[in-house]
């Protein structure tokens, strides 16, 4: 090798060790940072701005409650003991939650036990008997979040009963309920059962639970209350201990006949049930009023969707514009049943009463959200006439119905 290719060799051969020598005492590190908003949202956002349609907010037509005389706080009422109210977030399980309620102050009532109970444990397996009915009528079945208050009976019966703190219904981190997920996912499975035959009733109420355990979690088979190991069946049966024939559903429609037990022809009747006591509204109101004010509570349900419903004020009336209170009838009554101006929106807990001004207001505890807009949080206010022309159904204790 002659001198000049030799010193060329060993001059690219320091500058590429000097190379690697310089670069590797400064080696790079990397993090995780927040990604910040750019030029392009900018222009992404203006872009969508511009192509939005305008909206008008339409106002809602209600009642002015200025120079209404009403009550204002739990204070004015004479109201038996319940459970603390808690909300039913994003869901349409007011069914379970009010009679759920109405069955914690009966055992109080009756036994004198302080006991919070699992509204979700019912809805649970409610969800699993209408999947069940649902393969067994081949699809004509209505599959939907709402059901009446008297399923949590025969659900008591069949399944049992827990503690709330033995079942949430809730993921842990989860504030809310919410169940818009949960039940697409459901419906949309059983619409593709229904689509393709696959009627084999084990297979779906499989994957019904698995749905259900993926977003409120599976129920406990057994459970520790005061020391002792239950079952659900068995805390229903030993703990709560509550005979479910005791209690009557009261419904008030000309429809059917009256002084019979008819079917309440609603969608949330969804099993067809025909155990509702039909009644003359007269007769109707005056075993609603005369039980609460014996001392027993009641669940209801009945329209929400009312321009005398107002949860600023926490008040339910029926404004002298929409019909005077002389003229609720059983007509009246049936003309907006019968029209779908009265619909079954919601079920609730009556808990107390009060007179003012010769007129009955009946304390409400409510699991809707619009119950807790305002203190007092999760109750209303609702007077007589809105119970009258507005409330379809009512279950309580035998025995408030026979005196």
């Known amino acids: 090798m002659n001198l000049t290719k030799l010193f060329s060799v060993s001059l690219a051969a320091f500058l590429f060790f000097s190379g690697l020598n310089l670069f590797s005492q400064d080696k790079n590190k990397s993090e995780f940072i927040e990604p910040q908003k750019g030029y392009i949202n900018t222009i992404t956002e203006g872009a969508d701005d511009f192509l939005k349609k305008p909206t008008e907010k339409k ?96 659900l008591f019966v069949d399944y049992g009963c827990v503690p709330i703190e033995n079942y949430t219904g809730l993921l842990p981190g989860q504030i809310y309920h919410d169940h818009r997920k949960l039940f697409d996912e459901m419906n949309t499975y059983l619409q593709n059962v229904k689509k393709l035959g696959l009627w084999n009733e084990d297979d779906v109420v499989a994957t019904i639970k698995n749905i259900l355990n993926k977003y409120i979690g599976a129920p406990p088979e057994k459970f520790i209350y005061e020391g002792d190991e239950y079952t659900p069946k068995e805390f229903f049966t030993k703990v709560v201990d509550l005979d479910m024939k005791d209690y009557i559903d009261v419904l008030s429609v000309l429809e059917q006949p009256f002084n019979e037990y008819v079917e309440y022809t609603v969608p ?56 005077p209170p002389e003229y609720i009838d059983d007509n009246a009554r049936e003309l907006r049943f019968n029209n779908g101006t009265t619909q079954d929106d919601h079920g609730l807990h009556v808990i107390g009463y009060t007179e003012r001004n010769g007129v009955t207001w009946f304390l409400v505890k409510d699991s809707g959200a619009g119950s807790r807009n305002v203190e007092p949080y999760g109750y209303y206010f609702y007077r007589e006439d809105y119970v009258k022309l507005k409330i379809m159904d009512f279950m309580v204790h035998k025995d408030a119905f026979n005196k």
């Open 59 to 154: 106002k809602l037509f209600k009642v002015d409650f200025t120079g209404i005389d009403h009550p204002v706080s739990l204070n004015d009422f004479r109201y038996e003991w319940h459970s603390e109210t808690i909300s039913q977030g994003l869901t349409g399980t007011c069914w379970s939650f009010s009679a759920t309620s109405f069955f914690d102050s009966e055992i109080f009532r009756i036994h004198k036990k302080k006991i919070k109970l699992s509204p979700l444990f019912q809805v649970y397996w409610e969800y699993v008997e209408k999947a069940k009915r649902f393969v067994r009528e081949r699809g004509d079945s209505h599959f939907g979040e709402g059901s009446e208050g008297n399923a949590v009976k025969r």
């Open 268 to 323: 949330d009747n969804w099993w067809h049930d025909k155990s509702y006591y039909n009644i003359p509204l007269d007769v109707y109101m005056q075993k609603f009023k005369s039980a609460v004010k014996n001392g027993y509570t009641i669940a209801i349900g009945g329209d929400v969707s009312e321009p005398g419903y107002d949860s600023r004020s926490k008040c339910a009336i029926i404004p002298s514009w929409d019909i």
